[in-house]
């Protein structure tokens, strides 16, 4: 048994290593997945996501290439670019939202969408991609902080 809650402790204290730290002011919004998949961060006007809906690729993914590319382009619904260093991202509008989407070297995919495009969402899309690759460097994962819910 000590063995069993060593090991959720270490999965615990795994997951958080690559936590992301959200600029000040960005709070939780739980969504009804128990597992926390469909969680939001908001700041009230700017509001972060992961995208999960993807993962039908899986089968396929090998790192972002070409084909995930236009994946990712058809799924959204606007052009997604190529960076030097492998990310995927891209922005534009969706009904009446600004998204911003980065996707990093494992086929994660953050967003960022907020009704208004202005500094506020220039400043959080540099922010976005920024600590995407600063937690690369360090040799994390990032993502977004999940909650866990265990069913009784």
Avoid: C
């Avoid at 959200?22 to 939780?28: I, N």
């Avoid at 998949?37 to 396929?60: A, I, L, P, W």
């Avoid at 670019?81 to 994660?108: A, F, M, Q, R």
């Amino acid at each position: 048994m000590k063995y069993f809650f060593s090991f959720l402790f270490l999965l615990h204290a795994m997951a958080t290593l690559g936590q992301a730290s959200f600029p000040k002011g960005f709070k939780l919004i739980k969504g009804d997945n128990l597992s926390g998949e469909d969680d939001r961060y908001s700041n009230g006007k700017d509001v972060f996501q992961m995208h999960f809906y993807f993962r039908s690729y899986d089968g396929d993914y090998k790192g972002n290439d070409e084909k995930y590319k236009q994946h990712i382009t058809e799924s959204i619904g606007y052009p997604v670019y190529k960076t030097t260093d492998g990310l995927l991202w891209g922005t534009g509008k969706t009904g009446e939202y600004y998204s911003y989407l980065v996707v990093d070297w494992s086929g994660e995919v953050f967003e960022l969408f907020s009704k208004d495009n202005d500094a506020d969402f220039s400043y959080y899309s540099k922010w976005l991609i920024s600590s995407i690759r600063e937690y690369h460097k360090k040799g994390k994962m990032f993502m977004f902080p999940r909650r866990f819910r265990l069913i009784s």
